[in-house]
């Protein structure tokens, strides 16, 4: 009898020493850290350079993490370094992160309600850009380790310069050593509402239009989790609405999508 008593106080002691361990690894509970990883570079207004991390991301995100009682970390690194970390799931996701097969590789794309694009600037003297194909003969500047949205134009000369953000490419349009820059509307509207001297030019449509922003979510990640598409066909082009597999509906990483979108409302661009 004393044996039998001894075994279920055991038992017992078992269970709960498993369970707290569980609670201490499993990603629903209060351990819950979601790593923000993003270049150095200032992306005004949407986040200032590093250590500085504030502006619409940190907005976003910290709260969202917050509703879901997680904690919100952000590293700040060059980017390569930071899509290295992504494919090994150091880092949960990058803010705002532009589809590519390459990336898809190992990252999920998750809409986060902002909108992104891109909308070029130059010189005021140059032309304006309806279309990409129009920057045919022309220099464009493109951050290492960015997307080259003009490899299926020709003669067009590419500039691949370390760490450009919008400051750095405005000084290198003055200086004439390049000739057109794109980034995201939010930025271009922010630098020329605080550049009142007229030398610059905003191209609007040159690049594509406006198009909604994902979050890029590393498949590595331990708070996300994916299930099959069934609507999936393998022999249309790979792109976000059309892509293998789908985040199970009870992972943080679709609760956290969810959240991201309602609270991103408040910033659409107009």
């Not at 709260?63 to 992504?86: F, G, H, S, T, Y």
């Not at 090994?88 to 992104?116: C, H, V």
């Not at 951050?143 to 691949?160: F, P, T």
């Not at 590393?218 to 082009?237: A, M, W």
């Amino acid at each position: 009898m004393k044996v039998a008593t001894y075994m279920n106080k055991l038992f017992q002691v078992i269970l709960i020493i498993t369970f707290f361990l569980v609670s201490m690894t499993s990603p629903l509970g209060q351990s819950c850290e979601l790593v923000m990883g993003y270049q150095k570079k200032a992306k005004p207004p949407l986040i200032n350079k590093a250590p500085d991390n504030s502006g619409i991301y940190l907005d976003l995100y910290a709260q969202a993490a917050q509703e879901l009682n997680c904690d919100l970390k952000i590293v700040r690194l060059p980017k390569m370094r930071v899509l290295k970390e992504m494919k090994q799931g150091w880092i949960d996701f990058y803010p705002g992160m532009k589809f590519t097969d390459e990336r898809s590789i190992y990252a999920y794309f998750i809409p986060n309600g902002l909108t992104t694009g891109r909308v070029g600037l130059s010189r005021a003297s140059m032309p304006l850009i309806t279309h990409k194909k129009n920057l045919s003969g022309h220099s464009v500047l493109i951050a290492l380790g960015g997307i080259n949205y003009v490899s299926d134009v020709h003669s067009v000369k590419v500039h691949q310069v370390l760490s450009l953000d919008i400051e750095k490419a405005a000084k290198m349009l003055v200086l004439e050593r390049g000739d057109f820059f794109a980034t995201d509307p939010f930025v271009i509207d922010s630098f020329l509402k605080n550049t009142h001297e007229p030398i610059f030019k905003k191209h609007t449509d040159c690049c594509g239009g406006i198009k909604p922003m994902h979050i890029g979510f590393s498949k590595k990640s331990i708070y996300i989790k994916e299930q099959s598409n069934p609507h999936y066909n393998q022999d249309l082009p790979l792109s976000i609405s059309n892509y293998p597999t789908l985040i199970v509906k009870g992972s943080i990483a679709y609760r956290f999508g969810e959240v991201v979108r309602e609270l991103a409302k408040g910033y659409q661009y107009e």
